[in-house]
């Protein structure tokens, strides 16, 4: 309708929770390998499991637990979570939802390490301390149910710093990372 329209015209095209808005398909067409009709589905998808159009931080814990049934997951979702939740709203809207799927599964190794980066910095400050290190490892490994010692953060702080200022920037992060994979396994909680 004619009312309809004008409505959308006055939110700046955007639409009802329940269609996906141009603006928003366009720059998920743009910005993850997803079709048109393939980000529509998982609009879908995702209204299923939120309807508001919105994944709380307690909604995305939850999840998160059953995927590891076997360890406790709370602390790492709750830090993915924040580095999902892009505009710092509490929730994750479609939008950081699809970018965030595109990063973690499909994205370059470099958009990989950013993201972990960015996860590993808690305080958004663009460098990790070792406390961030400490807390994100204990994380990882009580994730998976498994015993982490804190010799594994001082480890991985440690190759990391190479300037040894006390602090890991994103270079020096990227940088070792690409160098020796198997500190990668480290973050994972694979060492």
């Avoid at 603006?23 to 993850?32: K, P, Q, S």
């Avoid at 204990?138 to 190759?159: C, P, Q, R, T, W």
Wanted: aromatic content about 10%; overall charge negative.
């Amino acid at each position: 309708s004619l009312l309809q329209e004008t409505y959308l015209i006055k939110m700046g095209g955007k639409s009802s929770k329940s269609t996906i808005s141009d603006e928003d398909l366009t720059f998920l067409m743009r910005n993850t390998n997803k079709s048109a009709e393939e980000i529509q589905e998982w609009h879908k998808g995702f209204l299923k499991d939120c309807p508001s159009g919105e994944l709380t931080k307690d909604q995305f814990v939850s999840m998160y637990s059953k995927m590891f049934p076997s360890g406790n997951a709370d602390k790492f979702s709750e830090n993915v979570f924040r580095t999902f939740d892009t505009n710092r709203s509490s929730t994750i809207d479609f939008r950081e939802f699809m970018l965030a799927l595109h990063v973690t599964s499909s994205g370059t190794p470099e958009e990989k390490l950013t993201w972990a980066f960015r996860m590993y910095d808690v305080d958004g400050s663009g460098s990790i301390d070792f406390n961030e290190m400490k807390r994100i490892v204990s994380a990882v490994y009580e994730m998976i149910g498994a015993y982490g010692d804190l010799n594994k953060a001082h480890e991985l702080f440690s190759k990391m710093d190479q300037n040894s200022d006390g602090f890991v920037s994103q270079e020096e992060f990227i940088a070792i990372i690409k160098q020796d994979k198997s500190l990668l396994n480290i973050l994972q909680g694979k060492a």
